[in-house]
């Protein structure tokens, strides 16, 4: 392997180390909850970070949704004219030329 290699392979080691570190540390917080214990006469100090976090994290902004008016266009109906109607009589009827 070259030199470049072995330290890639270290630091990808030395990354899984750190996280399996940090998922154990969690787990051990979460299952003693806010509880002082105490390991061999020595407080834990995990358990007081963990506990230390809940007063610490501030509560999640809820942004507003935006509502902006929009101006709706609704169809204009069709007007049609009235039918023409003729009250009045048609003029009388002219006869064949003579």
Not at 20 to 43: M, Y
Request: charged share 15%; glycine share 4%; proline share 13%.
């Amino acid at each position: 392997m070259t030199r470049s290699s072995l330290i890639k392979t270290f630091m990808v080691l030395m990354a899984a180390l750190f996280f399996v570190a940090q998922g154990f540390s969690q787990a051990h917080a979460a299952s003693n909850g806010d509880l002082d214990h105490s390991h061999d006469g020595v407080a834990c100090e995990v358990a007081l970070i963990a506990a230390e976090q809940v007063v610490l994290t501030p509560p999640a902004p809820v942004p507003a949704p935006v509502i902006l008016p929009r101006r709706i266009k609704t169809p204009q109906p069709v007007v049609k004219s009235a039918p023409r109607s003729f009250d009045s009589r048609a003029p009388p009827l002219r006869g064949p030329p003579l």
